[in-house]
Protein backbone atom coordinates (compact mmCIF):
# COMPACT_ATOMS: atom_id res chain seq x y z
CA UNK A 1 0.00 0.00 0.00
CA UNK A 2 1.39 3.40 -0.99
CA UNK A 3 0.20 6.94 0.68
CA UNK A 4 0.66 9.67 -1.77
CA UNK A 5 0.19 12.88 0.74
CA UNK A 6 -0.29 16.34 -1.35
CA UNK A 7 -0.97 19.99 -1.22
CA UNK A 8 2.12 21.20 0.17
CA UNK A 9 3.69 24.39 -1.46
CA UNK A 10 4.82 28.30 -0.58
CA UNK A 11 2.67 30.10 0.86
CA UNK A 12 3.14 33.45 2.79
CA UNK A 13 2.99 33.72 6.90
CA UNK A 14 -0.24 33.77 7.36
CA UNK A 15 -1.76 31.82 4.57
CA UNK A 16 -3.57 28.73 4.67
CA UNK A 17 -3.04 24.79 2.98
CA UNK A 18 -5.01 21.94 2.60
CA UNK A 19 -2.99 18.90 2.68
CA UNK A 20 -4.68 15.35 1.48
CA UNK A 21 -3.36 11.95 1.94
CA UNK A 22 -4.80 8.88 -0.25
CA UNK A 23 -4.30 5.03 -0.58
CA UNK A 24 -3.17 3.01 -3.21
CA UNK A 25 -5.63 0.92 -2.07
CA UNK A 26 -8.18 0.26 0.89
CA UNK A 27 -6.82 -0.10 3.89
CA UNK A 28 -9.07 -1.94 6.62
CA UNK A 29 -8.95 -2.28 10.04
CA UNK A 30 -7.97 1.53 10.62
CA UNK A 31 -6.90 2.55 14.14
CA UNK A 32 -6.08 6.12 13.57
CA UNK A 33 -4.97 8.93 10.72
CA UNK A 34 -2.38 11.56 11.17
CA UNK A 35 0.25 14.16 10.14
CA UNK A 36 4.07 14.47 11.03
CA UNK A 37 6.52 16.92 9.93
CA UNK A 38 9.88 16.91 10.14
CA UNK A 39 11.87 20.38 9.62
CA UNK A 40 15.77 20.52 8.21
CA UNK A 41 17.64 19.51 11.29
CA UNK A 42 15.02 18.43 13.44
CA UNK A 43 12.93 15.40 14.14
CA UNK A 44 10.42 14.29 12.84
CA UNK A 45 7.41 14.92 15.13
CA UNK A 46 3.73 14.60 15.49
CA UNK A 47 0.98 17.45 13.83
CA UNK A 48 -2.28 16.10 14.36
CA UNK A 49 -3.94 12.52 14.90
CA UNK A 50 -7.23 11.25 14.36
CA UNK A 51 -8.90 8.47 15.96
CA UNK A 52 -12.00 6.17 15.13
CA UNK A 53 -13.31 7.99 17.79
CA UNK A 54 -12.87 11.17 15.37
CA UNK A 55 -11.45 13.01 17.65
CA UNK A 56 -8.48 14.86 16.75
CA UNK A 57 -5.09 15.65 18.79
CA UNK A 58 -2.85 18.21 17.89
CA UNK A 59 0.80 19.43 18.75
CA UNK A 60 0.64 22.35 21.15
CA UNK A 61 2.17 24.57 18.33
CA UNK A 62 -0.45 24.03 16.13
CA UNK A 63 -3.54 24.22 18.47
CA UNK A 64 -6.10 26.19 16.97
CA UNK A 65 -4.51 27.13 13.94
CA UNK A 66 -4.66 22.73 12.26
CA UNK A 67 -7.54 20.77 11.87
CA UNK A 68 -7.26 17.02 10.93
CA UNK A 69 -10.37 15.19 9.49
CA UNK A 70 -10.66 12.26 7.87
CA UNK A 71 -12.79 9.13 5.74
CA UNK A 72 -11.97 6.19 6.90
CA UNK A 73 -14.12 4.01 4.33
CA UNK A 74 -12.37 6.48 1.59
CA UNK A 75 -8.64 5.85 3.09
CA UNK A 76 -8.46 10.26 2.82
CA UNK A 77 -7.34 12.04 5.59
CA UNK A 78 -6.81 15.88 5.30
CA UNK A 79 -4.97 18.51 7.53
CA UNK A 80 -6.55 22.02 7.29
CA UNK A 81 -3.44 24.40 7.57
CA UNK A 82 -4.66 28.01 8.72
CA UNK A 83 -2.99 31.17 10.00
CA UNK A 84 0.79 29.16 8.78
CA UNK A 85 4.22 30.82 10.76
CA UNK A 86 7.61 30.28 9.04
CA UNK A 87 8.63 27.70 11.74
CA UNK A 88 5.46 25.10 10.06
CA UNK A 89 7.74 25.00 6.95
CA UNK A 90 8.59 21.00 7.15
CA UNK A 91 8.17 18.17 5.17
CA UNK A 92 4.66 16.80 6.29
CA UNK A 93 3.88 13.29 6.26
CA UNK A 94 0.63 11.37 6.31
CA UNK A 95 0.60 8.12 8.35
CA UNK A 96 -1.76 5.40 8.81
CA UNK A 97 -2.22 3.00 11.61
CA UNK A 98 -3.76 -0.31 11.78
CA UNK A 99 -3.71 -3.31 13.96
CA UNK A 100 -1.06 -4.79 12.37
CA UNK A 101 1.31 -2.26 10.49
CA UNK A 102 2.00 1.46 9.61
CA UNK A 103 2.05 3.03 6.50
CA UNK A 104 3.74 6.17 5.47
CA UNK A 105 3.44 8.43 2.62
CA UNK A 106 6.40 10.49 1.10
CA UNK A 107 5.73 14.16 2.46
CA UNK A 108 5.08 16.86 0.43
CA UNK A 109 6.87 20.37 1.50
CA UNK A 110 5.29 23.20 2.83
CA UNK A 111 7.23 26.21 2.93
CA UNK A 112 5.97 29.43 5.10
CA UNK A 113 7.59 32.73 4.25
CA UNK A 114 7.74 35.84 6.64
Known amino acids: VQLQASGGGLVQAGGSLRLSCTTS????????MGWYRQAPGKQRELVAIITNGGNGNYADSVKGRFTISGDNAKNTVYLQMNSLKPDDTAVYYC?????????WGKGTLVTVSS
Open 25 to 32: RRIFNINA
Open 95 to 103: KITTIVADY
